[in-house]
Nanobody, 115 residues
Framework: QVQLVESGGGLVQPGGSLRLSCSAL????????MGWYRQAPGKQRELVAV???????NYAESVEGRFSISRDNAKNTVYLQMNSLRPEDTAVYYC?????????WGQGTQVTVSS
């Protein structure tokens, strides 16, 4: 059974930092492209960042230079380091694992940026 389990969300003040983690079970993690998506209330889910199996990365323009995605294949875990957080970063953040027609999602973790 495939499971993607996110952790690390919470409440943070504007300008603060958080690190999200996503642990993967039931997949050959190292061959999957892994990504982080987010969905704010009333909005569509959007891509935040992706890291391929070859460790190439891509970011949404809105987070470029503030967020950093990384992976540890030995721990089957992907991370999202979020710095200089803004209120508009408030959303539920979802972990995604993709390989060909296989596409898996985590349950999401809430990130709230507010003073």
């Amino acid at each position: 059974q495939v499971q993607l389990v996110e952790s690390g969300g919470g409440l943070v003040q504007p300008g603060g930092s958080l690190r999200l983690s996503c642990s993967a079970l039931g997949i050959t993690f190292r061959i999957y492209d892994m990504g982080w998506y987010r969905q704010a209330p009333g909005k569509q889910r959007e891509l935040v960042a992706v890291i391929t199996s070859g460790r190439s990365t891509n970011y949404a323009e809105s987070v470029e230079g503030r967020f950093s995605i990384s992976r540890d294949n030995a721990k089957n875990t992907v991370y999202l380091q979020m710095n200089s957080l803004r209120p508009e970063d408030t959303a539920v953040y979802y972990c995604n694992g993709k390989l060909n027609h296989f596409n898996y999602w985590g349950q999401g973790t809430q990130v709230t940026v507010s003073s």
